[in-house]
């Protein structure tokens, strides 16, 4: 994570570009945007849980009292852009695993902001929080970043309180979202790894939504196929989905990749009903008006249909439920 500005910010300049260079398509229908990050400036009510941000936490202070990513302010933008409603994803940068925030944030939006929390392996309460906050407080899935200890075990997959939490997932039909590393010269093995233990986590949970953030970061390449090997091309379960963000568009974009083969192979090979968009909005430091002409753009070889299901339907059905 802590090599997210090193990736994105060479990139910015391409972002406009590559909204301009294709017109996709004017999409007749309102988006769905699966990954929104909420933090608030009011210190006093919500204070900054920052020490470990990627960015530094006076850098994430500094970012929070300037542009905080508040309810009003999303919901201004979402309105501008043409957006209904999306997931909260609870802001690890900013609060770690106090949801707070984005807990506010949905129960007063109710009907439009749908959490998705993250939780502390230190936390030995955790499989009972996830389970009160599923049952009272909306929470339609849990986030978890997935990195190897020492021993080459991942412990939000082989811990026991691990398992715990999955078990609550699983009978709560909770969306669990694996946030592997970016991908690089100390991630992709981590991200590989992560992506070869998915098909078991599938069958040993199959009402889990089990969704792969960034699409867990398969290599940005070019055809044939697009950076999904032989362990991404065994994804295509019943119950595994694929978030697609602007990350995703600008690394594609800056490793000399057309995004719209990138999107156009991901939906041949896992199909639409199977991949959701998310902005990233809060994190990513572009536009969102960019972020949106990204995604319009990425779809310029999908059907409408196909753009319908990927920009909207698939992440209303995976996070709140609704046809």
């Known amino acids: 994570m802590k090599k997210l500005l090193v990736l994105v910010l060479p990139l910015l300049v391409s972002s406009l570009a590559f909204a301009q260079e294709k017109s996709g398509q004017d999409f007749a229908f309102k988006l769905y945007d699966t990954h929104a990050h909420f933090y608030s400036d009011d210190l006093a009510r919500y204070p900054l849980h920052a020490e470990k941000a990627y960015m530094g936490p006076e850098k994430m202070k500094e970012i929070v009292l300037s542009r905080p990513s508040t309810s009003a302010r999303v919901f201004e933008i979402w309105d501008r852009n043409g957006v209904e409603s999306g997931v909260g994803v609870q802001y690890s940068a900013a609060y770690e695993s106090d949801n707070a925030y984005l807990l506010d944030v949905a129960a007063q ?5 749908h959490p998705v929390v993250i939780l502390s392996l230190a936390d030995k309460g955790a499989p009972q929080t996830l389970d009160s906050m599923a049952k009272t407080q909306g929470v339609v899935g849990i986030r978890m970043p997935i990195t190897r200890d020492d021993g080459g075990r991942f412990p939000w997959l082989d811990s026991a309180l691990a398992q715990q939490i999955w078990d609550v997932a699983e009978r709560r039909q909770l969306a669990v979202v694996l946030f592997p590393p970016l991908r690089g010269e100390q991630s992709r093995a981590t991200a590989d790894a992560l992506a070869a233990r998915v098909p078991d986590l599938a069958k040993q949970y199959p009402h889990v939504r089990i969704v792969l953030d960034h699409m867990g970061w398969p290599e940005a390449k070019g ?11 065994a994804l295509a379960l019943p119950n595994v989905y694929f978030k697609v963000t602007s990350v995703n568009f600008l ?4 490793k000399g990749v057309d995004p719209t083969g990138f999107l156009r192979h991901a939906v041949d090979l ?9 902005s990233d909005q809060g994190n990513t430091l572009v536009p969102y008006e960019d972020m949106v002409s990204m995604a319009k753009a990425s779809a310029a070889l999908l ?4 753009a319908r ?5 698939t992440g209303m059905q ?6």
């Open 109 to 113: 939006h109710a009907a439009r902001v």
């Open 223 to 233: 055809a044939p196929d697009f950076g999904f090997s032989a362990v991404y091309q």
């Open 251 to 254: 690394t594609a974009k800056g």
């Open 270 to 278: 896992y199909g639409a009903r199977k991949i959701m968009w998310g």
């Open 303 to 306: 059907t409408p249909d196909e």
């Open 309 to 313: 299901q990927v920009f909207r339907e």
């Open 318 to 323: 995976v996070f709140s439920g609704r046809k």
